[in-house]
């Protein structure tokens, strides 16, 4: 419980994020989309490049928009963080010319999260 009190201090600051956590999850999600933003990778999506900070804002976006598919940092990696809703291809980081799918990614940075 402390941890998720301390991440909701977190967020309550961030100028990358826009909307305030109220639940764990939201918490969870703002956390990973947060770590995208400070993460100095580049995001591919559908053959484009793009930096942190718009990857960041086009997560929170898809966040904002299919919030109701992600009750969970697990279903927003899955339903909306991973591929694009469009094209159907998946989301790359590009992180020191390693290259690994965002779900990869993503789901790495959570268990870091979750691990005390």
């Known amino acids: ?24 999850a939201e918490a969870e999600i703002q956390w990973l989309i947060q770590t995208v933003a400070d993460s100095n990778c580049e995001f591919a999506r559908n053959g484009e490049s793009y930096p942190a900070a718009t990857a960041a804002g086009h997560l929170e976006l898809k966040y904002a928009r299919g919030k109701r598919y992600a009750d969970s940092a697990e279903a ?3 339903h909306l963080a991973t591929k694009s809703s ?9 992180c020191d010319g390693d290259q690994a799918p965002a779900a ?4 790495t940075r959570l268990e870091e999260l979750r691990t005390p």
């Open 1 to 24: 419980m402390i941890r998720v009190l301390s991440l909701l201090m977190l967020f309550a600051g961030s100028s990358a994020t826009t909307v305030q956590a109220e639940t764990p």
């Open 86 to 94: 469009w094209t159907g291809e998946p989301y790359w980081m590009i």
């Open 76 to 78: 927003f990696i899955e």
């Open 104 to 107: 990869q990614w993503l789901s």
